[in-house]
Antibody, heavy 122, light 113 residues
Framework: QVQLVQSGAEVKKPGASVKVSCKAS????????ISWVRQAPGQGLEWMGW????????NYAQRLQGRVTMTTDTSTSTAYMEMRSLRSDDTAVYYC???????????????WGQGTLVTVSS | DIVMTQSPDSVAVSLGARASINCKSS????????????LAWYQQKPGQPPNLLIY???IRESGVPDRFSGSGSGTDFTLTISSLQAEDVAVYYC?????????FGGGTKVEIK
């Protein structure tokens, strides 16, 4: 079955870091990339960045640059998104989505993870 | 950044009636060398991730009912639900994937009148 399965919900204090995983199955991981998208409670969708599972190249949204790192482990077909220096307005559901393996040749997201709620609260 | 503006914010339509959602991009998402519009539509129901409905502005994703259609080119796009069903109640988003940062519209909530 083609799917992306994400790690479970997290509760973090302001200033902490979080690392969310996204395990792919049912397709060849390295022939695609992964984008990360987040959705604050009751809000719309915000693209955070992209990583090629083929090359490991990344492209991050400028407003998150310096706080987010995306990586992949091709041996386990898993993508990771780590965010540092968390603030209360980082509280959101974080989604991974299947994307292009090549920067500049982006495609629509035909496969999404179930989402991971990250709550940042003191 | 390309700003995606959807209208209306919400729409209430009778069962079986037509619903239309508009999406305008702040610059073109049409790439002439391949004659493609880098525009997608997603449906999101509460507690679920978005689900791809339309890509390349007008191509229906496999398994999506044919009552959903996409049209438009350049900067102006429309998602049409030809005959609204109860299961179509959701929030709909347009997205451009022409250039980074990839951006989404603010969403349009579709309800039953």
């Amino acid at each position: 079955q083609v799917q992306l399965v994400q790690s479970g919900a997290e509760v973090k204090k302001p200033g902490a870091s979080v690392k969310v995983s996204c395990k792919a199955s049912g397709y060849i991981f390295t022939t695609y990339g992964i984008s990360w998208v987040r959705q604050a409670p009751g809000q719309g969708l915000e693209w955070m960045g992209w990583i090629s599972a083929h090359h490991g190249n990344t492209n991050y949204a400028q407003r998150l640059q310096g706080r987010v790192t995306m990586t992949t482990d091709t041996s386990t077909s898993t993508a990771y998104m780590e965010m540092r220096s968390l603030r209360s307005d980082d509280t959101a559901v974080y989604y991974c989505a299947r994307d292009t393996p090549r920067f500049g040749d982006f495609v629509s997201f035909d496969l999404w993870g179930q989402g991971t709620l990250v709550t940042v609260s003191s | 950044d390309i700003v995606m503006t959807q209208s209306p914010d919400s729409v209430a339509v009778s069962l079986g009636a037509r619903a239309s959602i508009n999406c305008k991009s702040s610059q073109t998402v049409f790439y002439s060398p391949n004659n493609k519009n880098y525009l997608a539509w997603y449906q999101q129901k509460p507690g679920q991730p978005p689900n791809l409905l339309i890509y390349w502005a007008s191509i229906r994703e496999s398994g999506v009912p044919d009552r959903f259609s996409g049209s438009g080119s350049g900067t102006d796009f429309t998602l049409t639900i030809s005959s609204l069903q109860a299961e179509d109640v959701a929030v709909y988003y347009c997205q451009q994937y022409y250039t980074t940062p990839l951006t989404f519209g603010g969403g349009t909530k579709v309800e039953i009148k």
